[in-house]
């Protein structure tokens, strides 16, 4: 069974920082392209951050220069530092493979973020 169990989420003011991770599991970690997501009030899911099996990472232009992905292979981990957080990043962020993301699949909970102004 493939779940992804993200946490880390909270309230913090504009310009504050927070760090979230995503530990997955029935999924061979290490091949797969891993993505964070988010769905902000009103809006659609969104791709916020992809880091690929290589290591190599693409960014929303929104969040470019302020958010940092990274992925721990050997702990099935892959992490999202967020700086300079602005209230327009507030949303439920999710992790995910590129390829599950795309067809509508395997969604966890998500972990909330609220950033106040």
């Known amino acids: 069974q493939v779940q992804f169990q993200e946490s880390g989420g909270g309230l913090v003011q504009a310009g504050g920082s927070l760090r979230l991770s995503c530990v997955a599991s029935?999924?061979?970690?290490?091949?797969?392209?891993m993505g964070w997501y988010r769905r902000g009030p009103g809006k659609q899911r969104e791709l916020v951050a992809l880091?690929?099996?290589?290591?190599?990472?693409d960014y929303a232009d929104s969040v470019k220069g302020r958010f940092t992905v990274s992925r721990d292979n050997a702990k099935n981990t892959v992490t999202l530092q967020m700086d300079s957080l602005k209230p327009e990043d507030t949303a439920v962020y999710y992790c995910?493979?590129?390829?599950?993301?795309?067809?509508?699949?395997?969604w966890g909970k998500g972990t909330q973020v609220t950033v106040s102004s």
């Open positions: 995910n493979t590129d390829n599950r993301a795309r067809a509508g699949m395997d």
């Open positions: 029935g999924i061979i970690f290490s091949i797969n392209n």
């Open positions: 880091i690929r099996r290589g290591g190599s990472a």
